[in-house]
């Protein structure tokens, strides 16, 4: 999984694999292990709940949504799946996206376990 930060927003792509695992109602976990001790911890899940949801806390961010929604981007062609979180005066932009094959790049970007490009797109 990765993520990225932009324009408080956060973008989380996904591989195959961890795509399965989420459509299954599970989660994906990565982190960041800094010197000095620190870490940053980012989850992406499914959720029994009806809407998305994102929090950061004790240095983990932590993405929600719901698992019928999951499923139904899973199965279908869709590329991602994209909502706002809002509160306490502030709104942040997420997206989940299905991590798509890089056919231009140095080779350690290359995910072999990322969903097939269309033909004639690059990364």
Known sequence: MKLRFRNNSLRLRVNRPEVENLAAGGAVEERVDFPGGARLAYILESSPESAPSASFQDGVVRVSAPGWQIKDWAR????????????????????????????????????????????????
């Open 76 to 123: 279908g062609e869709a590329i991602g799946l994209y909502f706002h979180v809002s509160g306490e005066g502030a709104e942040l932009r997420v997206a989940i996206e299905k991590d798509l094959q890089c056919v231009e790049g140095p080779a350690e970007e290359r995910d072999p376990d990322a969903f097939a490009r269309a033909a004639g797109k690059n990364c």
